[in-house]
């Protein structure tokens, strides 16, 4: 096992945003990219973190993300906005949107705004956190290559759209929420194939529709949404609040990420984002919160010593040790960040 | 087996109206309280109908529901509101809301309504539908009483919190769809108990916190939210946004509907609302939603009687029969609803 390091975070954000300028990217959205990673190690979730780099280097060096695209914003009405994407980096697709989403939201109460065109934009936990802070609740969401069939079909239709909400708290780190609608992941699949495990009953459907365990079955055929049709529906609710909303692609029009990684993935993504001030105030609602958090917190353990937290404690005390102690990588992971900044290594396109 | 019969809608619609007057709630609202059931049985989703009425009527008559209650809509900016219930009939306060909203939205693009301080509002189905037809997209939830522990806890915190999506189509009938966030239901649990028979696996676990498919420990235990930690975190945003954003109750302050029916419930709902004048203009919109139907639709289905559809389409297939040949029910149930009407009969308090 390669040995364990803290890399600094402003390490880490350097050799990120030279990485980047190296293949076209903009400085300044340089910048708004890798603090879409920086906040995901930060909260610990690695998969969404600096690790990813490569992968978008990869697919920026074949052609299927434009590192200098020209993002235009469209608003036909105050309160809300499409970005179109121009195919560039989701994460600076989704940093343009959430930046203008805030002052929408702090001009009128409430704002929407859609992207279009984009890509992979990361965790729905950086953005609802950037909003948070920002004081303002924020829920968002993200359509995808279709993965789950519907109620009484045998194709997929729809991806397992990720969901995310965020909310301010006056005592606390932000309520942050973020997860995909279908009970597994594909991810974990391919690492349960690839150590021949069995993954759990309930995650998958084979490509005949039969359930199944058997991870490479599972990689053929389908993932099960949550609560079955319930998880299902609301995959399409979020599709229609990303893409629809926003004329952007849906199911056959978008490009898989993995597998036509020199297409642009035509994904959307959407940001709902509201300021208490415009229902109760903020005092009121910071009050209410309080309440509701210590409400949460007194439900008895499971296991006494690990007493329950609101969503986004956990990311919340990982920020607390990573900024302090660095990221947490390993050695090999280290050196490939090193070598794609300085331009001795390529990007590369994982396994679909 | 009683008979079964068909209602005509505007004697079931007649007959409601008039046992509401007789307890004291204004024609008006009378209108809008009836509305609700009306279009829940019209969808066949019987359970939030006008089998209802001797429900609410019982919490009117025991002084749980003010049947005239003075709402008042307080709002800070043009694209938001609270609706402050003052413990009147749930369908009375959401409809006074989604009417708010609708206005709100249209001249804004986008409007947020938060209701506080009601009652069971049905389903968020017939809302949704009203403002689909309306030309706008409606996202909308209800807290309730707490029945899901917290992930790591022994205790309930959050209720099954229902989340409704809805989207207008132009050559077809709204995208519906409306689920609570558990597995099961406690309506199915009980009625299972009744009939002596166990629950799926994965319904419930017991109150130590142990699985159970005994229907009577269910009962006492806690419902399980679909996905596990991640209908948690759903129904704990939806309680943000309805409740929290709104200055309402949660947990504690919530008055259980059926344990406590002499006191007001204090639930809260919310609905957003989207016009997408305020995107990309309706006529691209409902473009995109044709094709996106069309893409649901061409999912082979599992079973070749019987084509894949979109949500929604369901209930307007009972939609359009039950208006031509009325309201399906038992006699006993059509007898009820007379005697309810008559002031013969008084309302009734189902078991918790």
Redesign the interface.
Known sequence: MPKQIRVPVEEARALCEEAYRRRGVPAVDAVRAVDQFILCDLFGIHTHGTRRLGNYIGRIECGGINPAPDIRIVS?????A?VHGDGGLGTVVAARAIEDGIVRAKA?????V?CIDSNHFGANASYGWTAAQAGL?C?SGSNGTPTI???????S??GNNP?G?A?PRADGPP?L?D?A?S?GSRGKMRRAKDLGEPIPDGWAIDAD?FPTTDAGKALDGFLLA??G???Y??A??T???S?????GA???EINHQFKQPDQPSRVSHYF?L?D??????RA??ED??RA?CD??K??????PA?P??V?GEGSAANHVRNSAEGLPMDEAEYARLRGLADGTLKGEVPEA
Request: hydrophobic share 50%; glycine share 16%; net charge positive.
């Open positions: 036909r009405m105050p309160a809300a499409v009128n109460g409430i704002a929407y859609g609740i829920l069939p519907p109620t009484g079909g045998k194709s239709v729809v969901i909400y909310a309520f929420f997860v609608l009970v529709g949550i609560g049709h319930k998880g529906g609301l399409l609710g599709e229609i609040l893409a629809l909303l926003s004329g849906f199911g056959p709902l509201i208490p001030e415009a229902t109760i105030g009121a609602f209410r919160m509701y409400w949460i007194s439900s008895p353990p499971a296991d690990h329950v937290r969503p």
